[in-house]
C-alpha cells in the first residue's frame, strides 16, 4: 500500500470507530473492543506512514477545493508524522484506560462519551496531516466543537459552566484572530496557504509586501488566535476545563487539544513564516519572551493549587510555554526542541493525568495533601507518576531532559542568557510542585480513618488498593514511555532534524 493509502485509513478509521459505536452503543464489550480495534489499526496505518515519510518520500492527497486556494489536502511530512504517532499511540492508551476508569466509577452516557472521543482523534489526526492553513482551520475548529460534549460530560452547573469558558475562548480567539491571520496570509501571499518548507512569507516579504513590524503582528495574530496553545493569557480554557473526568483531562492535556494547539503555532512557524525570515528579521523575539514569562507564571501558580488536577493543568499551561519558546528561538535547536517537546511532554503528562484518575477512582482523593501514605497502597501508581516527573522536570531518565537540553542550546545561540535562566529557574519550579507529591505518598503517613475499606471500589482492582488493571496498566505504559524515549531520543531528533532548514 502506497502512504497516501496508509494516510487515508489512518483517516477514515475513527469515523468507523464512530459507526461502530453508534451501532454497539447499547453492547458495551463490541462497542469498546471496536474502538480499541479502530484506535490500533490507525496507530499502525500512522506508523507506516511515518516509515515512507522518514525515507523522505512526502505523500500527498487532495480531498476537495471549494474555492482556488481553499482545499481539503494532506501530505505526510516529519512534524506532522511525530504529531499523528504520538497522538495515534497515546490514542490507543486513553481508551484503554477510559474503558476502566469510566467503569469503575459508573459515568453515564458511555456510548456519547466514547463517540465524542472518536471525532476528536479524527481531529486530531486531521490537523496533523494538514497540508494547508485552511485544512488545519477546519480540523482546528472540529476538534473545539467535539471535544464540548467531553468536557461537559457530568452535566452539572460547574460542567457547564467550565463548558461555556472552553467554548467561548477557544471559538473567539480562533474566530477573531487565527481566521484574520489566515486570511491575511491569502491575501498577502496572492493566494497562497500551503505548508511549504522554508515558509510562504519570504517572497511577499522581499518584494516590500511585507514590513517586519507586520511580520510581528501576523505572528502574534497565529501566537493568540491559536488559544489551544494556552499561551497567557489565553489560557484559562484550559483549568476551567478540568471539572471533566480524567480520561479527558488525558486527552486535553497529552493526546489531542492543546497538542494540536502548540503543533499548528510550530507549523505555522516552520511552514508558513519560515525560520530564515523570522531569525533575519528577529520578528520572533517578543514571543520567545512571552512564552517564557508564561512558563514562569503558570509554574508559580501551580505551586499554589492543593487539588491535584488544577496543579497539573497549570503545569500543562507552563510546559506549552517550551513549545512556544523554541518555534519563537527560530533556529534549529529551538525548533527541533519544540518539536520534541510536543511528544516528550505527551507522554510524561498523560501518565500524570492516568495516575490522578487512578487514584480517584481506587480512593476518591483529589488534594495533593491527602496524598500522604498513598504509596503503600498503591506502589504502582505512585512509582509512575514518579517517574513520569522526571521527564516533565527534565531530569535523566525522563525523555524531557532532551528536549529541555534542545532548548537552552536555542536559547545560548541566539545570545539569550534570561531564556537560558528562565528554563533553569521553571525547572526548579517543576521539582517544587511535582515531587512532593511522590515523597509524601511513600514517606508521609497516612490519616486514620482512609483504609482500604472505605473505599469499596479498591476490591475489584489490583488487590493491593490499587485502581482496575485497565487504568494501571496504561499509566505504567506510558511512564516507562517516558524511559524509552529518553534513550532513543536520537531517533527522535534526526526525525525532526528535517523541519529545522533555512
Known amino acids: 500500500m502506497t502512504g497516501a493509502g496508509h494516510m487515508q485509513l489512518a483517516l477514515s478509521l475513527p469515523l468507523l470507530a464512530l459507526v461502530a459505536i453508534g451501532l454497539f452503543s447499547r453492547r458495551h464489550n463490541l462497542r469498546e ?108 475548529e472540529v476538534l473545539t466543537i467535539s471535544t464540548y460534549p467531553l468536557v461537559t460530560h457530568h452535566g452539572t452547573p460547574a460542567a457547564r459552566a467550565g463548558g461555556r469558558v ?47 513590524w507586520q511580520i510581528g503582528l501576523l505572528l502574534g495574530l497565529f501566537a493568540f488566535g491559536i488559544a489551544k496553545a494556552a499561551l497567557m493569557p489565553m489560557h484559562r480554557w484550559l483549568p476551567a476545563a478540568m471539572v471533566a473526568p480524567t480520561p479527558v483531562s488525558a486527552l486535553l492535556h497529552a493526546v489531542a487539544v492543546v497538542k494540536v494547539g502548540v503543533f499548528s503555532l510550530m507549523k505555522v512557524v516552520v511552514y508558513i513564516f519560515g525560520l530564515e525570515l523570522l531569525s533575519e528579521t528577529g520578528a520572533s523575539l517578543w ?33 506549552l510555554g517550551y513549545v512556544t519558546l523554541g518555534a519563537a528561538l527560530a533556529n534549529p535547536a529551538g525548533v527541533i526542541g519544540g518539536s520534541m517537546h510536543i511528544a516528550m511532554h505527551a507522554v510524561g503528562k498523560i501518565t500524570l493525568f492516568f495516575c490522578a484518575g487512578a487514584i480517584y477512582v481506587a480512593t476518591h482523593k483529589t488534594e495533593v495533601s491527602q496524598m500522604r501514605g498513598l504509596g503503600r497502597r498503591m506502589p504502582l501508581t505512585m512509582v509512575a507518576f514518579f517517574v513520569a516527573s522526571l521527564s516533565i522536570i527534565g531530569i535523566p531518565p525522563g525523555g524531557g531532559a532532551w528536549s529541555k537540553w534542545c532548548l537552552a542550546l536555542g536559547s545560548a545561540e541566539r545570545q539569550q542568557p534570561l531564556l537560558v535562566a528562565t ?70 531528533y534526526e526525525a525532526l532534524a528535517a523541519i529545522a532548514v533555512y
Open 33 to 140: 473492543a471496536a474502538h480499541l480495534a479502530a484506535a490500533a489499526s490507525s496507530s499502525l496505518n500512522v506508523v507506516f506512514l511515518a516509515v515512507t515519510v522518514f525515507r523522505g518520500a512526502r505523500p500527498e492527497y487532495r480531498l476537495l477545493e471549494m474555492i482556488p486556494g481553499f482545499s481539503l489536502a494532506f501530505r505526510g511530512e516529519p512534524l506532522g508524522i511525530v504529531f499523528a504517532l504520538v497522538a495515534s499511540v497515546l490514542w490507543l492508551a486513553t481508551v484503554f484506560y477510559a474503558i476502566g476508569y469510566l467503569r469503575s466509577h459508573r459515568e453515564g452516557h458511555q456510548a456519547r462519551f466514547f463517540a465524542c472521543f472518536a471525532v476528536a482523534m479524527w481531529a486530531a489526526l486531521g490537523a496533523a496531516l494538514a497540508a494547508n492553513l485552511f485544512t488545519l482551520f477546519v480540523f482546528y
Open 166 to 212: 472552553y467554548m467561548g475562548i477557544l471559538l473567539s480567539a480562533s474566530i477573531g484572530l487565527l481566521l484574520l491571520a489566515i486570511v491575511w496570509t491569502w491575501k498577502i501571499t496572492g493566494g497562497q496557504l500551503d505548508f511549504l518548507a522554508g515558509g510562504i512569507l519570504r517572497e511577499p516579504f522581499e518584494a516590500g509586501r511585507l514590513a517586519t
Open 287 to 319: 514571543l520567545a519572551y512571552v512564552a517564557a514569562a508564561s512558563v514562569l507564571l503558570a509554574s508559580a501558580v501551580a505551586l499554589t493549587k492543593d487539588n491535584l488536577k488544577a496543579r497539573l493543568a497549570y503545569s500543562t499551561v507552563s510546559q
Open 423 to 492: 528554563l533553569m529557574l521553571s525547572s526548579l519550579l517543576n521539582i517544587a510542585y511535582l515531587l512532593p507529591i511522590p515523597v509524601q505518598a511513600f514517606w508521609g503517613t497516612e490519616p486514620e480513618g482512609t483504609g482500604l475499606h472505605d473505599h469499596p471500589v479498591c476490591l475489584t482492582g489490583t488487590g493491593r488498593g490499587e485502581a482496575p488493571w485497565f487504568c494501571v496498566i496504561p499509566l505504567c505504559l506510558t511512564a516507562a514511555g517516558t524511559v524509552v524515549l529518553f534513550f532513543f531520543a536520537n531517533q527522535l
